[in-house]
């Protein structure tokens, strides 16, 4: 076990992680990358258990879909810089919204048929969002942009 404490990026693709197993990653400061690759829902808990990651910096989800309340666990992870979230099939405005609330969330990638046009209308309440890609499946719903939200002082001064 001692080896899983130095561990600083796991790459999970294909299988049938659990999240029994990885819960024996908690406690590891060093863990700042995450990224499920598998085209299958996550077993409950699961994104609960990365969110508690200390220092994660970094999650991908690339065909990895889960619950909602999963979704929601991930505003636990206040070190958030970079989320990618890519062919998720039932992340949607809501879940969405909930990510206004990661505080250092630089670059965001959101890739869902469940998403809309609704989804825009949220960006200015990113606090730190430099760089943002989403699109829904039908591509109806497709923005790109690379402009610096504006910083809690502007907002408050407003």
């Not at 810089?81 to 505080?103: E, H, M, S, W």
């Amino acid at each position: 076990m001692a080896q899983l404490k130095e561990l600083r990026e796991l790459r999970l693709q294909g299988g049938k992680p659990t999240t029994e197993g990885f819960r024996r990653l908690r406690g590891n400061t060093n863990l700042c990358y995450v990224r499920f690759a598998c085209l299958f829902d996550l077993p409950g808990g699961m994104l609960s258990e990365a969110a508690n990651l200390p220092q994660l910096r970094q999650l991908s989800l690339y065909g990895a879909s889960a619950a909602s309340s999963e979704y929601a666990s991930l505003v636990k992870a206040t070190n958030l810089v970079d989320l990618q979230i890519t062919y998720a099939r039932n992340f949607g405005d809501a879940d969405f919204y909930r990510l206004t609330n990661l505080p250092c969330l630089q670059n965001l990638v959101v890739r869902s048929e469940s998403l809309t046009a609704g989804s825009a209308d949220l960006l200015p309440q990113f606090r730190a969002l430099t760089n943002v890609d989403l699109a829904g499946w039908t591509r109806r719903t497709s923005w790109r942009t690379n402009w610096p939200a504006p910083n809690r002082a502007q907002q408050e001064a407003r």
